[in-house]
């Protein structure tokens, strides 16, 4: 796909003879950045605003153009070593396609229905009646999910930095992905957290001290978070009327998104495998939705740019988490079948999320091959040097780990009440001590698992979830999953550094971290080696009728 859409990338070399060659603004080893390049780069990545350029946007587009040119070389490096053609990538296109066209088609085909003025002010009257307004926090975040290693390099650069003494903004935009909105490192908020983020992320905001600085793992990567403030808000009546309104019409957006998917599943079908595991055959198809597939093959590829722990990968294996890839395919597939006149909108779309996921992945190549492997002795000393900045929350526990089919014959019934009743006297019966709690059910499905001490944020998701507000001796609460049910108990946690054997891989990967140079030299180091050189004072840029841009006539 991205080859046949190389006329988009490199409009020279597919433009015919009849059309006017798009103006040339730059030269590379590689070949000419034209206007067209430029344009795109604007319709479809950081934008302009349109009618006309000002003084700021006129002095940002010399550095667009390097931009430009800067992915333009690493697509073509990319595509000179068959990038285009390693099937781990192709999963990584695939899936940033689908879930971008998922988008698109929720926000075209999901009609929200109007709220009155009445319904507003009954929800206003439900507020009252419950319970105190719920906190509010402040916070900034940076990710650092795309890139594989790189990106764990980056994280570990980030927290040498923080710890010197750098804002935290700064750090972001330097070393942090983009989010989805805004700039890295921005103040979210104050706003009501509890039920609204990952469960990590509001148990971090819930605890942690305002000021405080922590880091957490999550799908796909890891997050530095900084909580700035957090405290139970006086709401006025306006402000209480408003976010009443917003509650309404999001709850009413939901239902109709799952109407909508309930309407779509029902006229294209939908199906899930049962009981599918890693273990399972790599072809097995794990969701069916209309005429899209997906395999296991699929989803472990997925993971091949950013590896994650196999607890992880079982929990994409969960029939929640495969309701949610079907929600998507069935998105799509309406879309498609909705708008077939956009055909080539969206494989436009599909070009340029290959072109992204190309060039980020060279990217991260160069870095790599750049960056030597430290010495032992060099990691040792990196490792005595920076000792504060791998401070971790130690943590030793036990887990009690209760089938699913043991709760169902302990409990009077099979009915679920009955199963979470059966767990919760079975946690309270191993928080007294009673050992009989063992025998009584031997030689059931049960297990009681130790784990040594070791940083938190080295658990499995799931334990670092449960464990985040537990302290010395304290047990969490039965945590309940389709195949049973777990209760954990701490036996230790205190605030230390890990020995080095037990971090390595982290100091490693913050050591080569601190040896790459940062984001914009690399930028200048890889268009000097291309010869880069603009060629057309930018200034005469300027929008056209039709919207694009056009380049005035030298004087």
Not at 85 to 96: F, L
Not at 128 to 147: I, K, N, Q, Y
Not at 464 to 488: C, K, W, Y
Request: hydrophobic share 45%; proline share 7%.
């Amino acid at each position: 796909m991205f080859r046949a859409f190389l006329g988009i990338l490199l409009p020279l070399g597919a433009l015919s003879s009849s059309t006017p060659a798009s103006p040339t603004l730059a030269t590379t080893d590689v070949g000419p950045i034209t206007l067209e390049d430029l344009q795109r780069e604007v319709t479809m990545g950081i934008g302009l605003p349109e009618g006309s350029l000002g003084e700021a946007d006129q002095n940002a587009l010399p550095d667009l153009l390097r931009f430009t040119a800067r992915r333009r070389i690493l697509c073509l490096l990319a595509l000179q070593r068959g990038l285009d053609n390693d099937p781990a990538v192709q999963a990584e296109i695939e899936r940033r396609w689908l879930s971008e066209l998922a988008r698109w088609a929720e926000g075209q085909m999901i009609a929200t229905p109007p709220v009155t003025e009445e319904e507003v002010s009954a929800e206003m009257a439900r507020w009252a009646e419950a319970a105190s307004p719920e906190p509010v926090a402040a916070w900034r975040f940076m990710l650092f999910r795309t890139g594989g290693e790189e990106a764990v390099e980056r994280a570990a650069e980030a927290r040498l930095a923080l710890v010197s003494g750098e804002a935290f903004e700064s750090v972001a935009v330097r070393l942090a992905d983009p989010p989805v909105s805004g700039s890295p490192g921005a103040l979210i908020g104050p706003l009501p957290y509890r039920g609204r983020l990952l469960p990590e992320v509001e148990a971090l905001l819930e605890t942690i001290a305002p000021g405080s600085v922590a880091e957490l793992g999550v799908e796909g990567g890891e997050m530095i978070l900084r909580l700035e403030s957090r405290e139970i808000p006086e709401i006025s009546r306006a402000e209480r009327r408003i976010s009443a309104r917003g509650a309404l019409q999001e709850r009413r957006r939901l239902q109709a998104r799952a109407e909508l998917l309930r309407s779509l599943a029902e006229r294209l079908g939908v199906e899930l495998a049962p009981g599918v595991t890693a273990a399972s055959p790599e072809e097995t198809a794990v969701v069916r939705a209309g005429t899209r597939v997906l395999t296991l093959r699929d989803l472990r590829l997925r993971t091949a740019l950013s590896p994650v722990s196999p607890e992880e990968f079982a929990q994409s294996l969960l029939p929640e988490a495969l309701r949610a890839e079907a929600d998507k395919l069935l998105l799509v597939q309406a879309l498609e079948e909705s708008a077939p006149e956009r055909r080539q909108e969206f494989e436009a779309l599909r070009s340029w999320i290959e072109e992204n996921t190309l060039a980020e992945h060279m990217r991260q190549i160069l870095l790599n091959e750049q960056t030597p492997q430290p010495t032992t002795e060099e990691i040792h000393v990196f490792f005595a040097e920076h000792l504060a900045s791998f401070e971790a929350d130690l943590i030793a526990g036990e887990v009690l780990w209760l089938d699913r089919s043991l709760l169902a014959r302990l409990a009077s019934s099979e009915r679920g009440i009955d199963q979470i009743a059966e767990a919760e006297r079975l946690r309270a019966a191993w928080m007294a001590g009673e050992m009989g709690v063992a025998e009584a059910i031997s030689p059931e499905p049960w297990a009681i698992g130790p784990w040594e001490e070791q940083p938190w944020d080295h658990l499995p998701v799931a334990l670092r979830a449960a464990t985040a507000e537990l302290a010395s001796g304290e047990f969490s609460p039965a945590l309940h999953t389709p195949e049973g049910a777990m209760v954990i108990h701490v036996l230790s946690r205190r605030r230390a550094t890990p020995p080095l054997s037990a971090i390595r891989e982290q100091v490693t990967a913050a050591w080569r971290a601190s040896q790459q140079r940062d984001d914009r030299t690399f930028s200048q180091r890889l268009l000097e080696s291309q010869h880069y050189e603009q060629t057309v004072d930018l200034h005469r840029l300027r929008w056209d009728e039709g919207g694009r841009l056009e380049l005035a006539p030298a004087p």
